[in-house]
């Protein structure tokens, strides 16, 4: 079956440090790759896709991800932590075909340390 | 609407006890997607719309759960018969279309079956 995984379900940063957070899934076959953020009591916010073309992703909020088929890998970075980013954070994939949903990995929680 | 809307946003009932759960998705977007998030989980997909019709059911855990979308806009998730194992944040999204373009989440209704 196709999953996704995450490793770590928890990662704690300094403020202004590097964030990575990793994702692989499994597939021969390039799906799409999505990262979702949710903030406490709300609905899943989209961060960044890769659909074709350009595997490095620039999305919102200064994030980015690239992909990279050969480690079948679509990591989450950010250069410098903010306060702000403190959240939990969601890869998922879409593989097509008949089916239309996303398969969602088990989520990150990213702290920030003042 | 500009946005996702889910109502209500709690639900708290009693074991046994019958409930609705509403989504009112982005207008125009044609495909519809319910998902539900447990404490500490990623999404798990339950069930998918394309215009009127259930387009892939298959993450529907059994048959206390069903969903309907008459009118290809307003979906209502119906639980029979609820066990407190359905307790969790049930997500609903709508994309103008397939997945691959990435979806709109409504901020959810948490159930807390009793």
């Known amino acids: 079956a196709q999953s996704v995984t995450q490793l770590g379900s928890h990662v704690s940063v300094s403020e202004g440090a590097l964030v990575l957070l990793r994702c692989n899934y499994s597939?021969?076959?390039?799906?799409?790759l999505f990262w979702y953020v949710q903030y406490p009591n709300q609905g899943l916010q989209l961060l960044l896709k890769?659909?074709?073309?350009?595997?490095l992703v620039k999305g919102i909020n200064g994030f980015e991800a690239e992909f990279k088929k050969s480690e079948t890998s679509f990591h989450l970075t950010k250069p410098s932590a903010h306060m702000s980013d403190a959240a939990e954070y969601f890869c998922?994939?879409?593989?097509?075909?008949?089916?239309?949903?996303?398969?969602f990995g088990k989520g990150t929680k990213l702290s920030v340390k003042p | 609407g500009a946005g996702v809307s889910q109502t209500p946003s709690n639900k708290v009932t009693e074991k046994g006890k019958y409930v609705e759960l509403r989504c009112d998705p982005i207008s125009g977007h044609t495909a519809l997607y319910w998902y539900r998030q447990s404490l500490g989980q990623g999404p798990e997909f339950l069930i998918y719309f394309q215009g009127t019709g259930a387009a892939d059911d298959s993450g529907l855990p059994n048959d206390r759960f069903f969903a309907v979308r008459p009118e290809g806009s307003v979906s209502t998730l119906k639980i029979q018969r609820t066990e407190r194992g359905d307790s969790a944040v049930y997500l609903c999204a709508s994309s103008s279309d397939r997945a691959g373009y990435g979806y709109t989440f409504g901020s959810g209704t948490r159930l807390t079956v009793v």
């Open positions: 597939s021969s076959v390039p799906p799409y």
């Open positions: 890769y659909t074709t073309g350009a595997t």
């Open positions: 998922a994939v879409f593989y097509g075909g008949s089916q239309g949903n996303l398969i």
